[in-house]
């Protein structure tokens, strides 16, 4: 069982940067950011493959986020710039035990952190 253990959320201003940090207790194919606002569906933030760090991203914060990795700890990283109001939400970071599962991030993964709240105040 992997445990996942995330860090780095808080209160910022809108137009200010974050960086949230997952650390998972062993190798994974991938790990990935997902966030879950008050009254909506959870909503995948971002992806990387460990094998060759690809990434993949979610429409809505293209161009802001980006996600990466330090293999040799187990550890991937999210930074969030020109953080916007609506990028409020608790988010989760999470892995998955399969090539198959990362490609299908977007339907859930294996494991999952308990998560971190990210506050963005207008």
């Known amino acids: 069982q992997v445990q996942l253990v995330e860090s780095g959320g808080g209160s910022e201003q809108a137009g200010g940067s974050l960086r949230l940090s997952c650390i998972a207790s062993?190798?994974?194919?991938?790990m990935a950011w997902f966030r879950q606002a008050p009254g909506k569906e959870r909503e995948g933030v971002a992806i990387?493959?460990?094998?060759?760090?690809?990434?993949n991203y979610g429409d809505s914060v293209k161009g802001r986020f980006t996600i990466s990795q330090d293999n040799a700890k187990n550890t991937a990283y999210l930074q969030m710039n020109s953080l916007k109001p609506e990028d409020t939400a608790m988010y989760y970071c999470?892995?998955?035990?399969?090539?198959?599962?990362?490609?299908?991030?977007?339907?859930?993964?294996?494991?999952w952190g308990k998560g971190t709240l990210v506050t963005i105040s207008s």
């Open positions: 999470a892995a998955a035990a399969s090539k198959f599962r990362c490609d299908r991030w977007s339907y859930g993964m294996d494991y």
């Open positions: 062993m190798y994974t194919d991938c």
């Open positions: 990387i493959y460990s094998g060759g760090g690809r990434t």
